[in-house]
């Protein structure tokens, strides 16, 4: 079983800054690709940032130049870097993973959301 923990929401100030976490923990074998998603209330959810395991990156291009999306492949852990943020930022962020765990399964995992509120 291979779980996702996020850690990192909150409310901030329009222009703020967050940084979101997000370690995988269980039968872990390798990840491939980690991701962020976001989902506002009434809204679809939809894909914020993506990186591979070797480090390759991509952004929806509403936050393009804002978030940055990093990883610790050590720690199993992604991690999203959010600058100048603005109201329309506001969501649930949640983590997301390809997992190939020990048993050679391929999952995709995600973690539980993680709240973030910009206030203007």
């Known amino acids: 079983q291979v779980q996702l923990v996020e850690s990192g929401g909150g409310l901030v100030q329009a222009g703020g800054s967050l940084r979101l976490s997000c370690a995988a923990s269980?039968?872990?074998?390798?990840?491939?690709?980690m991701g962020w998603y976001r989902q506002a209330p009434g809204k679809q959810r939809e894909l914020v940032a993506v990186?591979?395991?070797?480090?390759?990156?991509n952004y929806v291009d509403s936050v393009k130049g804002r978030f940055t999306i990093s990883r610790d492949n050590a720690k199993n852990t992604v991690y999203l870097q959010m600058n100048s943020l603005k109201p329309e930022d506001t969501a649930v962020y949640y983590c997301?993973?390809?997992?190939?765990?020990?048993?050679?399964?391929?999952?995709?995992?995600w973690g539980q959301g993680t709240l973030v509120t910009v206030s203007s």
């Open positions: 997301n993973a390809a997992v190939v765990t020990t048993m050679d399964r391929y999952l995709e995992v």
């Open positions: 269980g039968s872990i074998f390798s990840i491939n690709a």
């Open positions: 990186i591979t395991s070797g480090g390759n990156t």
